[in-house]
Protein backbone atom coordinates (compact mmCIF):
# COMPACT_ATOMS: atom_id res chain seq x y z
CA UNK A 1 0.00 0.00 0.00
CA UNK A 2 0.81 3.39 -0.91
CA UNK A 3 2.97 5.40 2.07
CA UNK A 4 1.40 9.32 3.18
CA UNK A 5 4.69 11.28 2.78
CA UNK A 6 5.97 13.96 4.91
CA UNK A 7 4.88 16.71 2.40
CA UNK A 8 1.51 14.91 1.61
CA UNK A 9 0.78 15.30 5.40
CA UNK A 10 1.79 18.89 5.13
CA UNK A 11 -0.15 19.73 1.83
CA UNK A 12 -3.42 18.09 3.78
CA UNK A 13 -3.39 20.45 6.76
CA UNK A 14 -2.50 23.50 4.60
CA UNK A 15 -5.79 22.15 2.82
CA UNK A 16 -7.60 21.53 6.19
CA UNK A 17 -6.47 25.15 7.94
CA UNK A 18 -8.10 26.54 4.69
CA UNK A 19 -11.08 24.59 5.10
CA UNK A 20 -12.00 23.00 8.04
CA UNK A 21 -14.81 23.88 10.16
CA UNK A 22 -14.77 21.63 12.60
CA UNK A 23 -17.82 21.05 15.00
CA UNK A 24 -17.62 22.03 18.16
CA UNK A 25 -19.75 22.39 21.33
CA UNK A 26 -22.11 25.45 21.06
CA UNK A 27 -21.03 28.98 22.38
CA UNK A 28 -22.79 28.69 25.44
CA UNK A 29 -20.60 25.91 27.07
CA UNK A 30 -17.26 26.65 28.80
CA UNK A 31 -14.34 27.17 26.53
CA UNK A 32 -12.35 24.13 28.25
CA UNK A 33 -15.29 22.23 27.71
CA UNK A 34 -15.33 22.36 23.54
CA UNK A 35 -15.45 18.76 22.17
CA UNK A 36 -14.60 18.21 18.54
CA UNK A 37 -17.00 15.93 16.25
CA UNK A 38 -15.45 14.30 13.98
CA UNK A 39 -17.17 12.96 10.95
CA UNK A 40 -14.93 10.45 9.69
CA UNK A 41 -16.62 7.03 9.62
CA UNK A 42 -19.67 8.56 11.61
CA UNK A 43 -22.91 6.94 11.58
CA UNK A 44 -26.54 8.85 10.89
CA UNK A 45 -27.27 8.29 14.46
CA UNK A 46 -23.67 9.94 15.70
CA UNK A 47 -24.24 12.80 13.49
CA UNK A 48 -28.29 13.24 15.55
CA UNK A 49 -26.31 12.34 19.08
CA UNK A 50 -24.04 15.26 17.86
CA UNK A 51 -26.82 17.86 17.21
CA UNK A 52 -28.83 16.80 20.00
CA UNK A 53 -25.96 17.37 22.26
CA UNK A 54 -25.24 20.54 21.08
CA UNK A 55 -21.70 19.33 19.66
CA UNK A 56 -22.49 21.27 16.56
CA UNK A 57 -24.34 22.19 13.92
CA UNK A 58 -25.58 21.21 10.76
CA UNK A 59 -23.41 23.90 8.81
CA UNK A 60 -20.61 22.72 10.43
CA UNK A 61 -21.42 19.29 9.68
CA UNK A 62 -21.61 19.87 5.97
CA UNK A 63 -18.23 22.22 6.26
CA UNK A 64 -16.43 19.14 7.74
CA UNK A 65 -17.63 17.20 4.76
CA UNK A 66 -16.50 19.88 2.23
CA UNK A 67 -13.35 19.83 3.85
CA UNK A 68 -12.73 16.29 3.29
CA UNK A 69 -13.80 16.32 -0.46
CA UNK A 70 -10.98 19.60 -1.16
CA UNK A 71 -8.25 17.83 0.49
CA UNK A 72 -8.49 14.16 -0.69
CA UNK A 73 -10.83 13.41 -3.48
CA UNK A 74 -8.63 15.59 -6.90
CA UNK A 75 -5.49 15.73 -4.56
CA UNK A 76 -5.11 11.94 -4.16
CA UNK A 77 -6.90 11.39 -7.57
CA UNK A 78 -9.38 9.08 -5.87
CA UNK A 79 -12.04 11.10 -7.87
CA UNK A 80 -14.93 10.21 -6.60
CA UNK A 81 -16.68 13.19 -6.85
CA UNK A 82 -18.05 15.22 -9.82
CA UNK A 83 -19.75 18.16 -8.78
CA UNK A 84 -20.51 19.32 -5.13
CA UNK A 85 -23.84 21.25 -4.52
CA UNK A 86 -23.45 25.07 -3.63
CA UNK A 87 -26.40 24.82 -1.80
CA UNK A 88 -25.51 22.64 0.45
CA UNK A 89 -24.70 24.84 3.02
CA UNK A 90 -27.69 27.20 2.81
CA UNK A 91 -29.60 23.98 3.20
CA UNK A 92 -27.92 23.31 6.12
CA UNK A 93 -28.50 26.78 7.87
CA UNK A 94 -32.07 26.47 6.92
CA UNK A 95 -32.22 22.57 8.87
CA UNK A 96 -30.20 24.88 11.91
CA UNK A 97 -33.31 26.92 12.18
CA UNK A 98 -36.07 24.50 12.01
CA UNK A 99 -34.20 22.76 14.83
CA UNK A 100 -34.18 26.26 17.07
CA UNK A 101 -37.46 26.42 16.43
CA UNK A 102 -39.23 22.87 16.70
CA UNK A 103 -36.26 21.22 19.09
CA UNK A 104 -37.39 18.34 16.55
CA UNK A 105 -34.74 16.17 13.99
CA UNK A 106 -36.68 14.79 10.64
CA UNK A 107 -35.45 10.81 10.14
CA UNK A 108 -32.85 12.10 8.14
CA UNK A 109 -32.49 15.48 9.56
CA UNK A 110 -28.59 16.71 8.20
CA UNK A 111 -27.71 14.03 6.66
CA UNK A 112 -25.28 14.33 3.50
CA UNK A 113 -25.75 12.29 1.33
CA UNK A 114 -23.51 11.45 -1.78
CA UNK A 115 -25.91 10.64 -4.96
CA UNK A 116 -24.58 9.09 -8.26
CA UNK A 117 -24.78 11.06 -11.35
CA UNK A 118 -27.71 9.38 -12.70
CA UNK A 119 -30.45 10.75 -10.78
CA UNK A 120 -32.00 13.61 -11.36
CA UNK A 121 -31.34 16.39 -8.51
CA UNK A 122 -32.85 19.66 -9.16
CA UNK A 123 -30.94 22.46 -9.92
CA UNK A 124 -27.68 20.47 -9.97
CA UNK A 125 -25.99 19.06 -13.07
CA UNK A 126 -27.51 15.37 -13.50
CA UNK A 127 -25.73 13.38 -16.99
CA UNK A 128 -25.04 9.99 -16.38
CA UNK A 129 -21.10 10.29 -16.44
CA UNK A 130 -21.70 11.51 -20.33
CA UNK A 131 -19.29 14.96 -21.55
CA UNK A 132 -22.81 15.18 -24.01
CA UNK A 133 -24.89 15.52 -21.02
CA UNK A 134 -22.17 18.22 -19.33
CA UNK A 135 -24.00 21.31 -17.46
CA UNK A 136 -27.70 19.77 -17.65
CA UNK A 137 -29.74 20.33 -14.75
CA UNK A 138 -32.94 18.96 -14.21
CA UNK A 139 -35.71 20.92 -12.98
CA UNK A 140 -37.17 18.10 -10.36
CA UNK A 141 -35.71 15.61 -8.18
CA UNK A 142 -35.77 11.92 -8.84
CA UNK A 143 -38.62 10.02 -6.31
CA UNK A 144 -35.66 9.02 -4.40
CA UNK A 145 -33.93 11.86 -3.98
CA UNK A 146 -37.67 13.05 -3.47
CA UNK A 147 -37.78 11.36 -0.28
CA UNK A 148 -34.67 11.55 1.07
CA UNK A 149 -34.94 15.29 0.79
CA UNK A 150 -38.29 15.42 2.83
CA UNK A 151 -36.87 13.61 5.58
CA UNK A 152 -34.01 16.25 6.36
CA UNK A 153 -31.27 14.59 4.51
CA UNK A 154 -28.79 17.27 2.15
CA UNK A 155 -27.43 16.38 -1.45
CA UNK A 156 -24.23 16.76 -0.51
CA UNK A 157 -22.66 15.88 -4.21
CA UNK A 158 -23.08 14.01 -7.56
CA UNK A 159 -20.53 11.03 -7.70
CA UNK A 160 -18.79 9.63 -10.73
CA UNK A 161 -19.94 6.72 -12.27
CA UNK A 162 -19.00 4.37 -15.07
CA UNK A 163 -20.55 6.04 -18.50
CA UNK A 164 -24.20 5.22 -19.07
CA UNK A 165 -24.02 2.43 -16.03
CA UNK A 166 -22.35 0.46 -18.88
CA UNK A 167 -19.67 -1.06 -16.61
CA UNK A 168 -19.94 -3.56 -13.29
CA UNK A 169 -15.88 -3.64 -13.28
CA UNK A 170 -14.73 -0.33 -13.76
CA UNK A 171 -15.88 3.67 -12.75
CA UNK A 172 -15.08 5.77 -15.94
CA UNK A 173 -16.99 8.87 -17.22
CA UNK A 174 -15.81 11.10 -20.11
CA UNK A 175 -17.38 13.95 -17.75
CA UNK A 176 -15.42 13.11 -14.87
CA UNK A 177 -12.53 10.64 -15.81
CA UNK A 178 -11.76 7.53 -13.67
CA UNK A 179 -12.29 6.34 -10.07
CA UNK A 180 -9.85 4.46 -7.90
CA UNK A 181 -10.58 2.53 -4.51
CA UNK A 182 -9.62 4.24 -1.54
CA UNK A 183 -7.88 0.86 0.37
CA UNK A 184 -5.42 1.21 -2.68
CA UNK A 185 -5.20 3.46 -5.18
CA UNK A 186 -3.76 0.70 -7.56
CA UNK A 187 -6.98 -0.76 -7.91
CA UNK A 188 -10.55 -0.28 -8.91
CA UNK A 189 -13.64 0.14 -7.40
CA UNK A 190 -15.97 -2.12 -9.54
CA UNK A 191 -18.60 -0.21 -11.11
CA UNK A 192 -20.64 1.43 -12.15
CA UNK A 193 -21.49 3.06 -8.64
CA UNK A 194 -18.13 3.45 -8.20
CA UNK A 195 -17.88 6.65 -7.14
CA UNK A 196 -20.16 6.90 -4.61
CA UNK A 197 -19.19 3.71 -2.83
CA UNK A 198 -15.33 5.11 -3.18
CA UNK A 199 -16.86 8.37 -1.49
CA UNK A 200 -18.60 6.76 1.64
CA UNK A 201 -15.67 4.33 1.87
CA UNK A 202 -13.21 7.43 2.32
CA UNK A 203 -16.21 9.17 4.32
CA UNK A 204 -16.58 12.54 2.10
CA UNK A 205 -20.09 12.20 2.73
CA UNK A 206 -22.40 10.22 6.00
CA UNK A 207 -24.38 7.52 3.50
CA UNK A 208 -25.04 7.35 -0.36
CA UNK A 209 -26.94 6.25 -3.54
CA UNK A 210 -26.25 3.96 -6.02
CA UNK A 211 -28.33 2.35 -8.67
CA UNK A 212 -27.83 -2.05 -9.68
CA UNK A 213 -28.69 -3.47 -12.79
CA UNK A 214 -26.76 -6.26 -12.52
CA UNK A 215 -24.24 -5.51 -10.14
CA UNK A 216 -23.73 -2.05 -9.45
CA UNK A 217 -24.69 -1.24 -5.69
CA UNK A 218 -23.25 -4.76 -4.46
CA UNK A 219 -20.13 -4.75 -6.52
CA UNK A 220 -18.91 -1.56 -5.51
CA UNK A 221 -20.02 -1.82 -1.73
CA UNK A 222 -18.26 -4.94 -2.21
CA UNK A 223 -15.03 -3.61 -3.19
CA UNK A 224 -14.86 -0.62 -0.73
CA UNK A 225 -15.97 -2.50 2.62
CA UNK A 226 -19.83 -1.38 2.56
CA UNK A 227 -23.42 -2.27 2.88
CA UNK A 228 -25.17 -2.58 -0.27
CA UNK A 229 -28.51 -3.10 -0.72
CA UNK A 230 -30.37 -4.02 -3.61
CA UNK A 231 -34.29 -4.15 -3.03
CA UNK A 232 -36.87 -6.16 -4.24
CA UNK A 233 -37.71 -4.51 -8.13
CA UNK A 234 -40.34 -2.29 -7.49
CA UNK A 235 -39.92 -1.56 -3.57
CA UNK A 236 -38.48 1.88 -4.64
CA UNK A 237 -39.19 4.12 -7.86
CA UNK A 238 -37.03 4.40 -10.41
CA UNK A 239 -38.63 7.42 -11.85
CA UNK A 240 -36.33 10.20 -12.40
CA UNK A 241 -32.94 8.05 -12.49
CA UNK A 242 -31.28 7.24 -15.95
CA UNK A 243 -31.88 4.03 -17.01
CA UNK A 244 -29.66 1.55 -18.25
CA UNK A 245 -31.78 -1.66 -18.88
CA UNK A 246 -34.90 -0.57 -16.94
CA UNK A 247 -36.58 -4.05 -16.40
CA UNK A 248 -33.81 -5.00 -13.99
CA UNK A 249 -32.54 -1.41 -12.86
CA UNK A 250 -33.07 -0.30 -9.29
CA UNK A 251 -31.69 2.45 -6.79
CA UNK A 252 -30.71 1.43 -3.17
CA UNK A 253 -28.45 2.59 -0.39
CA UNK A 254 -24.61 2.22 -0.21
CA UNK A 255 -23.48 3.04 3.82
CA UNK A 256 -20.90 1.71 6.01
CA UNK A 257 -23.28 0.33 8.37
CA UNK A 258 -26.42 -2.02 7.78
CA UNK A 259 -28.20 0.45 9.88
CA UNK A 260 -27.65 3.05 7.90
CA UNK A 261 -28.69 1.26 5.10
CA UNK A 262 -32.14 0.47 6.62
CA UNK A 263 -32.56 3.66 7.79
CA UNK A 264 -32.48 5.05 3.78
CA UNK A 265 -34.24 2.44 2.84
CA UNK A 266 -37.44 2.78 5.19
CA UNK A 267 -37.93 6.54 4.18
CA UNK A 268 -37.40 5.83 0.23
CA UNK A 269 -39.91 2.68 0.26
CA UNK A 270 -43.49 3.27 -1.47
CA UNK A 271 -45.82 2.90 -4.60
CA UNK A 272 -45.20 5.88 -6.86
CA UNK A 273 -47.50 6.48 -9.67
CA UNK A 274 -44.13 7.78 -11.97
CA UNK A 275 -43.31 4.40 -12.14
CA UNK A 276 -45.82 1.73 -12.17
CA UNK A 277 -43.67 -1.42 -10.73
CA UNK A 278 -44.06 0.21 -7.58
CA UNK A 279 -47.56 -1.27 -7.33
CA UNK A 280 -46.11 -4.56 -6.14
CA UNK A 281 -45.08 -3.35 -3.08
CA UNK A 282 -48.06 -2.14 -2.07
CA UNK A 283 -49.04 -4.18 1.39
CA UNK A 284 -45.48 -5.46 1.29
CA UNK A 285 -43.48 -2.88 3.61
CA UNK A 286 -43.58 -3.98 7.25
CA UNK A 287 -45.97 -1.65 9.30
CA UNK A 288 -43.61 0.28 11.70
CA UNK A 289 -40.78 0.36 9.47
CA UNK A 290 -37.57 -1.93 8.51
CA UNK A 291 -35.25 -0.96 11.57
CA UNK A 292 -37.27 -3.10 14.13
CA UNK A 293 -35.70 -5.70 12.81
CA UNK A 294 -32.33 -4.98 13.04
CA UNK A 295 -31.56 -7.30 16.11
CA UNK A 296 -27.76 -8.23 17.45
CA UNK A 297 -29.37 -11.84 18.08
CA UNK A 298 -30.78 -12.62 14.64
CA UNK A 299 -28.98 -15.35 13.11
CA UNK A 300 -30.12 -17.49 16.36
CA UNK A 301 -32.22 -20.25 15.28
CA UNK A 302 -32.15 -19.17 11.64
CA UNK A 303 -31.42 -21.62 8.78
CA UNK A 304 -29.24 -20.21 5.85
CA UNK A 305 -28.20 -21.75 2.39
CA UNK A 306 -25.17 -21.50 1.06
CA UNK A 307 -25.15 -21.51 -2.93
CA UNK A 308 -22.06 -23.50 -3.71
CA UNK A 309 -22.47 -23.13 -7.53
CA UNK A 310 -21.38 -19.49 -7.22
CA UNK A 311 -19.08 -19.81 -3.80
CA UNK A 312 -16.98 -22.58 -6.29
CA UNK A 313 -17.11 -21.03 -9.07
CA UNK A 314 -13.31 -20.80 -9.73
CA UNK A 315 -12.45 -18.77 -6.41
CA UNK A 316 -9.72 -16.30 -5.29
CA UNK A 317 -7.97 -18.39 -2.71
CA UNK A 318 -8.03 -15.46 -0.38
CA UNK A 319 -11.67 -14.90 -1.13
CA UNK A 320 -12.43 -18.30 0.00
CA UNK A 321 -10.93 -18.28 2.86
CA UNK A 322 -12.83 -15.51 3.40
CA UNK A 323 -16.38 -16.94 2.83
CA UNK A 324 -15.50 -20.28 4.37
CA UNK A 325 -14.88 -17.92 7.82
CA UNK A 326 -17.98 -16.26 6.86
CA UNK A 327 -20.25 -19.59 7.54
CA UNK A 328 -17.81 -19.99 10.64
CA UNK A 329 -18.75 -16.73 11.83
CA UNK A 330 -23.14 -17.31 10.96
CA UNK A 331 -23.10 -20.67 12.91
CA UNK A 332 -20.92 -19.17 15.75
CA UNK A 333 -24.05 -16.30 15.90
CA UNK A 334 -26.26 -19.24 16.22
CA UNK A 335 -27.30 -19.78 12.35
CA UNK A 336 -27.93 -23.61 10.77
CA UNK A 337 -25.97 -23.09 7.52
CA UNK A 338 -26.16 -25.81 4.83
CA UNK A 339 -25.15 -26.23 1.34
CA UNK A 340 -28.23 -26.33 -0.98
CA UNK A 341 -28.23 -26.49 -5.01
CA UNK A 342 -30.83 -24.94 -7.35
CA UNK A 343 -31.53 -27.88 -9.80
CA UNK A 344 -30.86 -26.89 -13.54
CA UNK A 345 -29.11 -23.57 -12.66
CA UNK A 346 -27.58 -23.13 -15.58
CA UNK A 347 -30.99 -23.96 -17.82
CA UNK A 348 -33.13 -21.83 -15.54
CA UNK A 349 -31.31 -18.94 -15.41
CA UNK A 350 -29.85 -19.08 -19.36
CA UNK A 351 -30.78 -15.80 -21.84
CA UNK A 352 -32.36 -13.77 -18.94
CA UNK A 353 -30.67 -10.52 -20.46
CA UNK A 354 -32.20 -8.17 -22.76
CA UNK A 355 -30.85 -5.03 -24.32
CA UNK A 356 -33.10 -2.30 -23.83
CA UNK A 357 -31.04 0.35 -23.33
CA UNK A 358 -32.10 2.05 -26.29
CA UNK A 359 -35.70 2.43 -25.62
CA UNK A 360 -36.12 3.42 -22.22
CA UNK A 361 -32.77 6.39 -22.62
CA UNK A 362 -34.06 7.47 -25.64
CA UNK A 363 -37.46 8.10 -23.34
CA UNK A 364 -35.60 9.30 -20.77
CA UNK A 365 -33.72 11.96 -22.31
CA UNK A 366 -36.92 12.80 -24.06
CA UNK A 367 -38.28 13.50 -20.55
CA UNK A 368 -35.66 15.81 -19.81
CA UNK A 369 -37.05 18.81 -22.14
CA UNK A 370 -35.75 21.24 -24.51
CA UNK A 371 -33.00 22.16 -22.27
CA UNK A 372 -31.22 18.95 -22.26
CA UNK A 373 -28.26 19.01 -24.60
CA UNK A 374 -28.64 15.81 -26.59
CA UNK A 375 -32.64 14.19 -27.28
CA UNK A 376 -31.21 10.56 -28.24
CA UNK A 377 -28.74 7.99 -28.09
CA UNK A 378 -28.11 8.30 -31.50
CA UNK A 379 -27.34 12.20 -31.01
CA UNK A 380 -24.90 10.93 -28.16
CA UNK A 381 -22.83 9.06 -30.58
CA UNK A 382 -22.77 11.47 -33.49
CA UNK A 383 -21.65 14.07 -30.51
CA UNK A 384 -17.95 11.87 -30.05
CA UNK A 385 -18.43 13.28 -26.38
CA UNK A 386 -18.09 9.83 -24.58
CA UNK A 387 -15.28 7.43 -23.18
CA UNK A 388 -13.51 5.31 -26.20
CA UNK A 389 -14.27 2.23 -23.92
CA UNK A 390 -18.01 2.25 -24.16
CA UNK A 391 -18.03 3.38 -28.06
CA UNK A 392 -18.97 -0.28 -28.71
CA UNK A 393 -21.54 -0.67 -26.24
CA UNK A 394 -23.11 2.74 -27.71
CA UNK A 395 -23.06 1.08 -31.18
CA UNK A 396 -24.25 -2.43 -30.73
CA UNK A 397 -27.21 -1.04 -28.27
CA UNK A 398 -28.10 1.22 -31.45
CA UNK A 399 -27.15 -1.63 -33.60
CA UNK A 400 -29.41 -4.69 -31.68
CA UNK A 401 -30.97 -3.18 -28.80
CA UNK A 402 -34.76 -2.93 -28.47
CA UNK A 403 -36.91 -0.37 -29.73
CA UNK A 404 -39.99 -1.78 -29.25
CA UNK A 405 -42.34 -0.20 -26.52
CA UNK A 406 -44.67 -3.25 -26.04
CA UNK A 407 -40.83 -5.20 -24.68
CA UNK A 408 -42.90 -8.04 -23.82
CA UNK A 409 -43.66 -8.64 -27.50
CA UNK A 410 -39.49 -9.15 -27.52
CA UNK A 411 -39.64 -11.76 -24.60
CA UNK A 412 -38.25 -8.35 -22.46
CA UNK A 413 -40.70 -8.25 -19.84
CA UNK A 414 -40.92 -6.96 -16.25
CA UNK A 415 -39.80 -9.65 -13.30
CA UNK A 416 -43.51 -10.24 -12.51
CA UNK A 417 -45.12 -11.11 -16.06
CA UNK A 418 -42.19 -12.57 -17.90
CA UNK A 419 -42.42 -15.88 -17.97
CA UNK A 420 -38.43 -16.70 -17.93
CA UNK A 421 -38.31 -14.36 -15.34
CA UNK A 422 -40.55 -15.87 -13.46
CA UNK A 423 -39.91 -19.45 -13.78
CA UNK A 424 -36.25 -17.81 -12.61
CA UNK A 425 -37.88 -16.71 -9.53
CA UNK A 426 -39.73 -19.51 -8.87
CA UNK A 427 -37.13 -22.48 -8.91
CA UNK A 428 -34.68 -20.37 -6.56
CA UNK A 429 -38.14 -19.80 -4.30
CA UNK A 430 -38.57 -23.78 -4.53
CA UNK A 431 -35.10 -24.11 -3.42
CA UNK A 432 -35.54 -21.91 -0.40
CA UNK A 433 -38.95 -23.27 0.46
CA UNK A 434 -37.58 -26.77 0.44
CA UNK A 435 -34.64 -26.15 2.62
CA UNK A 436 -36.85 -24.09 4.65
CA UNK A 437 -33.92 -20.90 4.68
CA UNK A 438 -34.31 -17.68 5.24
CA UNK A 439 -31.51 -16.58 2.77
CA UNK A 440 -28.83 -17.70 0.38
CA UNK A 441 -25.37 -16.41 0.71
CA UNK A 442 -22.22 -16.30 -1.58
CA UNK A 443 -19.14 -14.14 -1.94
CA UNK A 444 -20.53 -10.74 -3.76
CA UNK A 445 -17.14 -11.36 -5.76
CA UNK A 446 -15.08 -14.49 -6.14
CA UNK A 447 -12.13 -11.97 -6.40
CA UNK A 448 -10.35 -8.99 -5.20
CA UNK A 449 -10.79 -5.76 -7.40
CA UNK A 450 -8.68 -5.55 -10.33
CA UNK A 451 -6.09 -3.33 -11.08
CA UNK A 452 -6.44 -0.18 -12.47
CA UNK A 453 -6.50 -0.66 -16.44
CA UNK A 454 -6.93 -4.56 -15.76
CA UNK A 455 -9.88 -4.81 -17.84
CA UNK A 456 -9.29 -8.42 -18.02
CA UNK A 457 -9.19 -8.76 -14.18
CA UNK A 458 -12.98 -8.43 -14.37
CA UNK A 459 -13.23 -12.03 -12.54
CA UNK A 460 -15.69 -13.39 -10.26
CA UNK A 461 -19.14 -10.81 -10.45
CA UNK A 462 -21.72 -13.19 -8.63
CA UNK A 463 -24.04 -10.51 -8.34
CA UNK A 464 -25.42 -10.74 -12.14
CA UNK A 465 -26.60 -14.10 -11.90
CA UNK A 466 -29.74 -13.79 -9.46
CA UNK A 467 -31.67 -10.98 -8.23
CA UNK A 468 -31.44 -8.87 -11.26
CA UNK A 469 -33.23 -11.31 -13.48
CA UNK A 470 -35.55 -12.85 -10.27
CA UNK A 471 -36.39 -9.37 -8.83
CA UNK A 472 -35.30 -10.72 -5.13
CA UNK A 473 -33.47 -8.25 -2.43
CA UNK A 474 -29.89 -9.16 -2.16
CA UNK A 475 -27.76 -7.37 0.37
CA UNK A 476 -23.81 -7.33 0.30
CA UNK A 477 -21.84 -6.71 3.89
CA UNK A 478 -18.32 -6.70 4.48
CA UNK A 479 -16.20 -10.03 5.62
CA UNK A 480 -12.91 -9.15 5.74
CA UNK A 481 -10.01 -8.31 3.71
CA UNK A 482 -7.55 -9.70 0.93
CA UNK A 483 -3.42 -9.02 -0.26
CA UNK A 484 -3.12 -5.32 -0.25
CA UNK A 485 -6.04 -4.26 1.85
CA UNK A 486 -8.38 -5.17 -0.81
CA UNK A 487 -12.09 -5.74 0.84
CA UNK A 488 -14.45 -8.53 0.03
CA UNK A 489 -18.23 -9.07 0.85
CA UNK A 490 -20.83 -11.69 1.75
CA UNK A 491 -23.86 -11.68 0.02
CA UNK A 492 -27.14 -12.41 1.23
CA UNK A 493 -30.29 -13.09 -1.31
CA UNK A 494 -33.84 -13.13 -0.15
CA UNK A 495 -37.46 -14.20 -1.15
CA UNK A 496 -39.06 -11.04 -2.94
CA UNK A 497 -39.95 -8.58 -0.35
CA UNK A 498 -38.45 -10.04 2.36
CA UNK A 499 -36.29 -7.21 2.95
CA UNK A 500 -36.99 -7.60 6.93
CA UNK A 501 -35.41 -11.51 7.03
CA UNK A 502 -32.23 -9.83 4.85
CA UNK A 503 -31.90 -6.86 7.25
CA UNK A 504 -32.15 -8.73 10.43
CA UNK A 505 -29.72 -11.78 9.33
CA UNK A 506 -26.86 -8.64 8.02
CA UNK A 507 -27.42 -6.46 11.16
CA UNK A 508 -26.68 -9.71 12.81
CA UNK A 509 -23.98 -11.04 11.08
CA UNK A 510 -22.47 -7.31 10.80
CA UNK A 511 -22.60 -7.01 14.83
CA UNK A 512 -20.93 -10.19 15.56
CA UNK A 513 -17.87 -9.71 13.04
CA UNK A 514 -17.57 -6.04 12.77
CA UNK A 515 -15.04 -6.12 9.42
CA UNK A 516 -15.39 -2.55 8.47
CA UNK A 517 -12.75 -0.42 8.67
CA UNK A 518 -11.90 2.61 7.64
CA UNK A 519 -9.23 3.08 4.92
CA UNK A 520 -5.92 4.15 6.15
CA UNK A 521 -4.78 6.27 3.27
CA UNK A 522 -7.91 8.99 3.85
CA UNK A 523 -7.94 9.42 7.94
CA UNK A 524 -9.39 12.27 10.05
CA UNK A 525 -7.69 16.00 8.61
CA UNK A 526 -6.06 17.77 11.26
CA UNK A 527 -8.31 20.02 13.85
CA UNK A 528 -7.94 24.00 13.57
CA UNK A 529 -9.85 26.31 15.36
CA UNK A 530 -11.74 26.20 18.62
CA UNK A 531 -11.06 23.17 20.16
CA UNK A 532 -8.00 22.04 18.06
CA UNK A 533 -4.27 22.73 18.45
Known amino acids: MRALSKSWFSFLLALA ?17 KQVFEVTEVSIEDVHAALKRGDCNCEQVVSAYLARIAAYDQPTKLNSIVVTNPAALETARQLDAEYRRTKKLRPLHCIPVIVKDNYNTAGLQTAAGSAALKGFAPTTDATMVKSLKAAGAIVLAKSNMAEWAFSPMVTISSIAGETRNPYNLDHVPAGSSGGTAAAVAASLGTVGLGTDTGNSIRGPSSHNALVGFRPTLGL ?17 PMTRTVADATQLLEVMVGPDPADPLTAYSAGKVPQGGYRQFMDKNGLKGARIGVLRTLSECSPDPQVKALF ?55 EVLASGKYSAYIKENLQNELANGVASTDVATEGCGEAYTDPRRIAFRNAVTAVMDRYQVGALV ?54 SFDEATLIKYAFAYEQATRHRKAPALFPALPVTGAGGK
Not at 20 to 32: G, N, R, V, Y
Request: with cysteine; net charge neutral; proline share 8%.
Open 236 to 252: LSRAGITPLYLRNDTGG
Open 324 to 378: EKAVADLRQAGAEVIDVEIPDFAKVSKDQWCSVFKRDVNAYLAELGPTSPVKNIN
Open 17 to 33: TAWLSSCTASPHKQEDK
Open 442 to 495: YPTWNHPPAKVGDFKGYKGDNSQLIAPHTGQPAFTVPMGFTYENLPAGLQFLGR
